[in-house]
């Protein structure tokens, strides 16, 4: 022996679990006057959603898009 260790045999081979990020859902809309492309986001990890819509303000964070967007992920 070298003096090393070897790491197996202290963890038995054993890998920590990760846990996987959950990917970030996003969704691309059109606006209604054909100029502007929304997207709306529904992060899994935290279950936020944000759009980039100027609806999302007026509607405390739950547009139309956002509704959506929740209906879909239920």
């Not at 990020?21 to 899994?44: C, F, H, W």
């Not at 935290?46 to 239920?74: A, Y």
Request: aromatic share 6%; net charge positive.
């Amino acid at each position: 022996s070298n003096g090393k260790i070897k790491i197996e045999s202290i963890t038995g081979g054993i890998k920590p679990k990760v846990k996987k990020k959950a990917e970030t859902i996003v969704v691309e809309t059109l606006s209604s006057r054909g100029d502007i492309m929304y997207k709306t986001r529904y992060y899994p990890d935290s279950d936020k959603f944000t759009c980039s819509c100027p609806g999302v303000w007026m509607s405390n964070n739950n547009c139309k898009h956002i509704k959506k967007l929740r209906n879909e992920q239920r």
